[in-house]
C-alpha cells in the first residue's frame, strides 16, 4: 500500500551549512491492512520522510507510491485516498469543531445528507458528541486531538499517517486515543503508517520501523525484534562504569554494552541470567550500585539498535 | 476533487469568521485607520497648497489613501497567518487535502478582500461629509475598485509570505516594501510635486494606478471615467498586477521543496 523505493533526499547547502543527507537509499514496504510505527533518534530522517510521503517534499531520487499511484506525480489522486495527522494541529482553534468538521468536508466535496452521516459516523467514538459548538481552543488536549483523527476519518482514507499524534498527551488520553485508532483501523482496513517515540504504543503493532542517520536499520514484528536481544538482559549499574565495562570483559569474558549510565549483558539465554548475576555480585559486589534481570522491550531493541559504533564496551552484536 | 469555487468560499469564509470573532481587530482595523486620517487631514490641512487643487482640502485627498491603508493592512494580517498556519497549523491540513492550489490562494486572498471591503464600505460613510456625492454607477465603480485592489494586495501578501519562515521577516519586508508602495502611490501626496527619479518610481508603482481608480469615481461618472485613457490605463495596470501576483502565488504553492542532487 506504501512503496518506498531507494529514497533519498537531500537537503541544498546554505551559505553556512553543507548539504545535507536526511534520507539515504531508503526502501521500505508498509502492506495493506498493516498497522506500522517508524521510529527513530531526533534527526534521524523520520519527519523529511512523512513530509515526503505527505506530498510536500520532493524527494532528491527515488520513488513512493501509495494506494498504487507514484506519489511524485500523481500528488492529487494520493490526496484523495490519504488521510494525514500533523503533530502540530492542524485545525483552527478559533473555529468550532463543528466549523472544523464543515470547512474538512468542504475540502474533500462532502455536503449534504452524505457529510451528515459521515461526520456523526466519525464522532461516534469520540467524546465530543454534546461539544460541537466549543471552541476547540477550549477544548483539553486530548479532546482536541480526537477532533483532528474524527476530521481525518470522515472521509475515510484508505491510507492514514500520523506524525507523533500523541505528543503532549497524559498517559490515559493517549491510551484511548491510541485504542480507538486501533479500533477504528481494523474495523475499516485502514493501512496506518505511525511515527513515534513512545515504545509502550507500539507492542500491540504489526511492524516497526527504526531508522537512523536517514537509514533504515530494522523493520519487523514487535515480536522478531525483541528476539534479536535475546530473551532476557542483566542490567548494572556501577560506581564506575567504565571500569567495570573493562573489568566484565576482559576478567570475565562478557559480552557488554554500555548504554548511558547501565551496562547491560544482553545475549543470555532463559535461565542464565541469574547464576550470571550471582557470578558477577561474587565478584564484583563492591564496583555495583544495583544489578537486576530484565525482559527487553521495544525500548531495549531501539536503544541497541540505534546506539553508536564506538561506545564503551560496544560488542558488535 | 472539489470544486474551486465550494474550496475558495470555504476557506474564505472561514478568514471572515475569524475576523468578526475578534472584536479588538475589527475596532482596530476600523479606528487606526480613522485616527490616522484625522491626525494627518487637520495636522496637514493648514499647509496643503498644490498647485491645481486649491478647493481641496488634505482630509479630501487623503481619503482614498485612508481606504488603500485598509486593503493593505488587511492583506498584511491575513498574509501573516499564513507563516503560522503553513507549517503548524490549520494549511498544513489543506495543503494534503485532495484541492487545487488555486483554491488555496483564493480562499485567503478572497477572505483577505472581504475584510477589506467590510472596513471601507463602514469609512465610505465619511464621503459626503467631504462633499464628495457618488451616484449609483460611481459607488459600483468605487467597489470595483475595492475588489480589485483588494485582490492585489493580498496576492502580493500571499506571494511574499509563503516561502517565509518567521513573522519577524515579513514584519521587515512590510516596513521596507509594502509600506513604500503605498507612501509612494499618493495616497500622501500629489505625484506632481515630487523630484524626478521618484515620479518615476511612484508612476511605475502599480499601487498608484489602484488608488487612481479608486480615487476617480468620486470626482467623475462612469461614461466620463470609460472614455478617458488614463483611467483606463491605470484599470489595465491594476488588475495586471491582481492577476499576476494570483498566478504567480499558485506556481509558488504548487513547488513542493525539492532535495538536491546526492553529491
Redesign the interface.
Known sequence: MIAIEHL??????GRKTP?R??IADLSMRVEKGEFAILSGPNGSGKSTLFRIL????????GKVGIAGFDLLTQ??KV??V?G?V?Q?????K??SVA?NL???G????LSGAEFRKRRDESLGWTDLGDRLDQKVDTLSGGLARQVELA?VLMTDPQVLLLDEPTTGLDPVSRRNFLDALHRLQKARGMTVLMTSHVFAEADDVDRVAIMREGRLLAHDTPAALKAMIGTEMVVIQARDTEALAVRLRDEMGLAVRCVGDELRLEETENGKSLPLLEKILDRCRTDLRSISIKQPGLDDVFVHVTSRAGDIGRTGA | MSSLARVSASLARREFTRFIRQPQRVVGTVAQPLLFWLFLGFGFGGSFRPAGMENVTYLEYFFPGVMLMMMLFASIFSSITIIEDRDAGFLQGVLVAPVSRLAIVLGKVLGATSIAMVQTLIFTVAAPFLGLHLGFGSLVMVLGGFVLTGIGFSALGFLLAWGMKSTSAFHAVMMVFLMPLWMLSGALFPIGNVPAAMKVVMLANPVSHALIIIRAPFYAGPAVLLADNAYLLSLAVTVAWAVGCLGLSMARVNRRDKGVEAA
Open positions: 533519498t533526499h537531500v537537503y541544498p547547502a548539504a543527507t536526511a505527505c506530498g510536500l517534499a520532493l524527494p532528491s531520487a500528488p492529487a490526496r484523495e490519504m494525514v500533523f502540530s494541529p492542524a485545525v483552527d478559533h473555529l466549523e464543515a470547512i474538512h468542504d475540502l474533500y466535496g476530521k
